[in-house]
């Protein structure tokens, strides 16, 4: 028995990854449609569960890939890594209105700008007021809060202390999930339901996982636009973080 | 047949990195810059060219939009492998950033969307 298991979890673990997120969609269309009647979105359920998933994962392997770390569930790092992702997201593009998208073309440059630029002064300020005072640490804690790719890159570029880059990527994580979890509440409020406001959205928040998980459960046809200003909000924080705002902070400490 | 449309995908999604990352050395930053944004360009520019031949087939279709369609599923797999617990432990210095910027952003995102409007 036990040497079957493990034969399937060595050569199936993309397969078995298909089965694990096929079954967490399907109680996520039940509790969708038996708990809130349809108005919570299936999607937005299922992605908040794998949350929840990936936290117990950790807790019981104390691994640092949530549920992936637990035997069995190897195959979700493939199916839910980077390049099939990528791949998706730009599949999505398929269905983009041209019109649409040309539109918030001088707005979404705005919103990459300030996206990058207020959550980094955010986490400086918030590094400063917890007793950081050199330029490399306080640099790095407010490149985490743009997003967690940019953290570690910019502490690495500058020869941040580990302890440091460690806690940048937590922020950054914090901010992604925290971004998925919140955004379907408040899409609402925030006008955050058409194609403008989306690519505003994307250009703002920045974290490519937290922006495509967000719209997911908000609305899909919105995941197109927010992740077309999204995918230049990490390299521009890598640009402008360990350079330009790294020297503006030197000058202020 | 589908796998035109998957090989499009595929090609238009390599083609992107590669700029991106092509970009981002050029620009000399450690990451990609606007891999998959251009990519998403670079699909748009195809399906305009096939439509504007006759050549965007049912099938063609078929290949891309089934990994369209295949993208929630992605995310939760991606939301799955999060750090999750490392995220909460990480004290109330990373709490109280990650959820300002986020509360923030979210503003900036209602006003953005306000001042902007008026310029359709």
């Known amino acids: 028995m036990t040497d079957i ?11 078995l990854a298909f089965v694990a997120v096929g079954a967490i969609m399907y109680a996520a269309v039940l509790l969708s449609r038996g708990l809130t009647r349809g108005r919570i979105h299936a999607s937005a359920i299922a992605i908040l569960g794998a949350l929840v998933l990936a936290w117990l994962g950790g807790e019981l392997t104390g691994g640092k890939k949530g549920l992936a770390d637990v035997s069995g569930f190897g195959g979700l790092l493939l199916l839910g890594g980077a390049m099939l992702r990528d791949f998706a997201i730009v599949a999505t593009a398929f269905e983009v209105d041209v019109g649409e998208a040309r539109k918030a073309g001088w707005a979404g440059a705005i919103a990459l700008a300030l996206g990058t630029v207020v959550p980094f002064a955010l986490g400086v300020g918030i590094a400063w007021c917890f007793g950081y005072r050199d330029a490399v640490s306080l640099t790095t804690l407010g490149a985490g809060t743009v997003t967690y790719i940019v953290g570690p890159v910019t502490g690495a570029a500058l020869g941040a202390s580990s302890p440091v880059i460690a806690l ?38 920045g974290t490519v996982s937290g922006v495509s998980g967000g719209l997911a459960a908000t609305d899909e046809r919105l995941v197109p636009y927010g992740a077309l200003t999204a995918t230049f909000h990490t390299g521009i924080g890598c640009l402008v973080c360990p350079s330009l705002l790294f020297l503006a902070v030197r000058a202020l400490v | 047949m589908p796998i035109f449309g998957t090989a499009l995908l595929a090609l238009c999604t390599v083609l992107g990195v590669a700029l991106g990352e092509a970009l981002g050395v050029a620009l000399h930053v450690k990451a990609n810059v606007g891999g998959v944004g251009l990519a998403m360009l670079l699909l748009l520019a195809a399906r305009h060219w096939l439509a504007q031949r006759g050549r965007l087939t049912p099938g063609l279709r078929l290949g891309v939009e089934f990994w369209a369609f295949l993208y929630i599923p992605i995310v939760v797999a991606m939301a799955a492998q999060q750090n999750v617990r490392a995220a909460l432990s990480g ?8 959820g300002l910027a986020v509360a923030t952003c979210f503003a900036l995102v209602a006003l953005l969307g306000r001042m902007t409007r008026g310029h359709d």
């Open chain 1, 5 to 15: 298991w493990g034969k399937l979890v060595t050569d199936q673990a993309l397969i």
């Open chain 1, 168 to 205: 940048s990527i937590a922020t950054g994580v914090f901010k992604a999930v925290l971004v998925m979890t919140a955004t379907p509440f408040v899409a609402r409020f925030i006008g955050l339901n058409n194609p403008r406001s989306a690519m505003l959205f994307g250009g703002l928040m």
């Open chain 2, 91 to 98: 004290g109330p210095m990373v709490l109280l950033a990650g």
